[in-house]
């Protein structure tokens, strides 16, 4: 049989076909898409983790790293606490190099990914038919954005998997304890990321709208059993007393949350949610995801909820909404088929469909591929092998905006000294020698370089060239566009200067009032 004949004999509605492909371009995603989108991804989950497997601490949570009477910060562990166990698992069997560790642990999330193609697969083809199921499947397989996400450590996409499942056991109530495992994985679900309890809230309302009280109470049941059991029963082990973190998490928010990164864009979250979806299929999302509310309550109340809070309250980030983006998508295609019937929105449909795979092919062909922070990723790697911990380094960054956190994890070591040097006017280069000598000096941007390596030149006379960094093409693109993404050139200098050995690292994590 030739080759066109094969690719026509191919059933392109089915789950099969649509999971395995979405498999392989994860699969190249997790393979090429090496470092982390963003700070909490990689310093709130894998600097932690795996510092722990180490036997450190690097953002001191634990409570006997902390002063006597700290309170917790907030953090839920379960999802840090799976990335420790594997980080310690893989290294058990001997496997240690970070970025073997990492590549092992996308794929994981590759293939854990698969499940919110299924299940929006499955809850489509429920609520509607298969071939809409097949528009969900393919959106959900092959958006731009979805094969970078899914190999990412944000608790808000990990968290997916499991809210999908959910939301396909709710619609399978004929099954008498459907409704009670769906709430133990919206428990876990929590567990990853505290906010998702706000859906869980959203479906509660569903079913006091609709009096289904033997269904409100099994969802809540399992989601308070599991919510005990992974907040409950490790924070008493870790604390001594029962969800210490989740209080510590409202407390801050209370007290805190309301005054960090405030941002008065009341419309940001329908700005990712349907700027996703792209120009003009995005325009024609919106309108669908409300027409499908009348129909299809039992999504569109949760989701809705879920987006009425984060937009109410002030402390917005895009990522905070991407965990209900494909349920929304769900909701989004039920809407449409309700506006096909009309000759204005069919016409508007199909002209949106074939702009939309003209737009999303190139994007989903550059962004799978993409490392990500790439410069800085690559410029701790060059330490890996050569250094025991606790060296001091000092980020020399008088070409950039600012400088930034460095990932100590792909040096294999912890405990540097970090310091920063970012302002020409604050700092005289010499106190660095006389006070505290530097081991290695990171030099970022290519700006005025050589005449900053020739002053330290004179203070550190045998440091000399050990890596040269370059960043990765879109790091670069964006740093051209916008240097306050300080994802730049990097060269790294040893200085050949014996300094004393384990200072604590100074480097300090910022607070995030929404994990």
Not at 94 to 114: C, Q, V, Y
Request: charged share 15%; hydrophobic share 50%; net charge positive.
């Amino acid at each position: 049989m030739q080759l066109s004949e094969r690719i026509k004999s191919i059933d392109w509605s089915s789950l099969k076909t649509i999971l395995f492909v979405g498999l392989i371009v994860r699969l190249i995603a997790a393979i090429f898409a090496e470092g982390y989108s963003m700070h909490d991804d990689h310093f709130l989950v894998i600097e932690a983790a795996g510092s722990w497997a180490d036997g450190f601490d690097y953002n001191n949570w634990l409570p006997w790293n902390k002063a006597a009477g700290a309170a917790p910060e907030g953090h839920s562990f379960t999802y840090v606490g799976l990335n420790y166990l594997f980080f310690t698992c893989m290294k058990f069997f001997g496997i240690s190099d970070p970025k073997t560790l990492m590549l092992i642990n996308r794929i994981i999330h590759a293939l854990f990914s698969l499940l919110v193609i299924r299940f929006g697969y499955l809850i489509t083809e429920k609520l509607s038919n298969k071939k809409t199921a097949s528009y969900v499947g393919w959106m959900l397989a092959l958006l731009w954005a979805m094969p970078f996400l899914s190999v990412r450590n944000l608790v808000e996409v990990v968290s997916i998997p499991f809210l999908m499942w959910a939301v396909w056991l709710t619609l399978q109530d004929n099954r008498k304890w459907a409704l009670f495992y769906a709430g133990l994985l919206i428990g876990v679900a929590i567990s990853f990321r505290y906010q998702i309890a706000i859906y869980a809230v959203g479906l509660g309302i569903f079913y006091l709208i609709k009096l289904e009280w033997r269904k409100l109470f099994l969802m809540s049941a399992g989601s308070i059993v599991m919510f005990l059991l992974t907040q409950g029963l490790v924070d008493y082990f870790i604390w001594g007393y029962p969800f210490a973190e989740f209080k510590g998490y409202v407390v801050y928010n209370m007290n805190e949350g309301t005054r960090y990164m405030k941002n008065a864009n009341y419309f940001m979250y329908f700005y990712v949610l349907f700027g996703f979806l792209l120009f003009p299929l995005g325009i024609l999302a919106l309108v669908a995801y409300f027409k499908s509310a009348r129909k299809y309550l039992i999504l569109f109340i949760p989701t809705f909820v879920f987006l009425l809070f984060h937009t109410i309250f002030p402390n917005r980030q895009e990522r905070f909404i991407l965990t209900i983006f494909p349920l929304v998508v769900i909701l989004v295609f039920l809407g449409i088929e309700q506006l096909r019937v009309r000759k204005f929105w069919n016409g508007f449909w199909k002209v949106s469909w074939v702009a939309f795979w003209i737009l999303n092919i190139p994007l989903f062909c550059i962004v799978t591929v993409m490392p990500s922070k790439k410069s800085r990723v690559n410029t701790m790697y060059a330490l890996h092998g050569k250094v025991h911990g606790g060296e001091h380094i000092l980020i020399e960054a008088t070409g950039e905006t600012n400088p930034e956190m460095m990932p100590f994890f792909y040096s294999g070591k912890w405990n540097y000294k970090v310091l920063e040097r970012w302002n020409m006017d604050t700092v005289n280069p010499a106190s660095f020698y006389t006070v505290e000598p530097q081991d290695y000096i990171f030099f970022f941007g290519e700006k005025n370089l050589d005449q900053r390596i020739d002053t330290f030149k004179v203070i550190y006379p045998k440091m000399h060239l050990e890596a040269q960094i370059e960043p990765g093409f879109v790091d670069k693109f964006l740093h051209g566009i916008n240097p306050r993404n300080s994802n730049s050139y990097v060269e790294i200098w040893k200085t050949e200067v014996k300094s004393s050995k384990g200072s604590n690292n100074v480097q300090k994590v910022p607070k995030n009032p929404i994990q």
